[in-house]
């Protein structure tokens, strides 16, 4: 199985902040990889396919970065709304794999 | 726009069967993958299986021997099924659909996919 591992688990930040978020694999994977945004009571949200490609709807201040191993996700300037958990997921192969999460709190 | 529905018993008794069904509204169910993901309090998302809209399924290892999926086109629905249930089940169910992206040159077949509609999710407790 592929292992995601995300970065930091947990971070404390105010509006307008910028925050990047690292997950890495464990092997290549290529671009595969989605992020996805929990709020609390929430089913998660599709924010980015293919490493780097905004879901329609997404507000422009999310991007997705890398590659291969390494990859980020950035939120240029933080929003209220924006507080909340996110994961990444490997979808080079299966069983499907997704990181532990990382929570975004008020600073 | 498409919406996912989960239903099925809150409660379970540990050894008997969790039966989930997730119910299809505003668009197809053909033509897509379908998955069930499971999310224990306090933690991460597991994902648990696919169910193709033909009926084939690719369930993750670790659950291979208890859980099984079908899909009911004619109702818009799919199905999970969990034998021999655990506290370890305990968790919140998601269906969710499989969608199919392409990067560049979409002139190709979708070489991307992601969970891109999404269930409210259904609490499942195992408990005697």
């Known amino acids: 199985d592929i292992q995601m591992t995300q970065s930091p688990s947990s971070l404390s930040a105010s509006v307008g902040n910028r925050v990047t978020i690292t997950c890495r694999a464990n092997?290549?994977?290529?671009?595969?990889l989605n992020w996805y945004q929990q709020t609390p009571g929430k089913a998660p949200k599709l924010l980015i396919y293919a490493a780097t490609t905004l879901h329609s709807g997404v507000p422009s201040r999310f991007s997705g970065g890398g590659s291969g191993t390494d990859f980020t996700l950035t939120i240029s300037s933080l929003q209220p709304e924006d507080f909340a958990t996110y994961y990444c997921r490997q979808t080079y192969s299966t069983p499907v794999t997704f990181g532990g999460g990382t929570k975004v709190e008020v600073k | 726009q498409v919406q996912l529905q989960e239903s099925g018993p809150g409660l379970v008794k540990p050894s008997e069967t969790l039966s989930l069904t997730c119910t299809v509204s505003g668009g197809f169910i053909s033509s897509y993958y379908w998955t069930w993901i499971r999310q224990s309090p306090g933690r991460g998302l597991e994902w648990i299986g696919y169910?193709?809209?033909?009926?084939?399924?690719n369930i993750t290892p670790s659950l291979r021997s208890r859980a099984s999926m079908s899909i009911d086109t004619s109702k818009k629905q799919f199905s999970l099924i969990l034998s021999s249930v655990t506290a370890a089940d305990t968790a919140v169910y998601y269906c969710?659909?499989?969608?199919?992206?392409?990067?560049?040159?979409?002139?190709?077949?979708?070489?991307?996919?992601?969970?891109?509609?999404w269930g409210q999710g259904t609490m499942v407790t195992v408990s005697s």
């Open positions: 092997q290549n994977i290529r671009n595969y």
């Open positions: 169910i193709y809209y033909g009926g084939s399924t």
């Open positions: 969710a659909r499989v969608g199919a992206y392409c990067t560049g040159d979409c002139s190709q077949p979708p070489d991307h996919d992601a969970f891109d509609i």
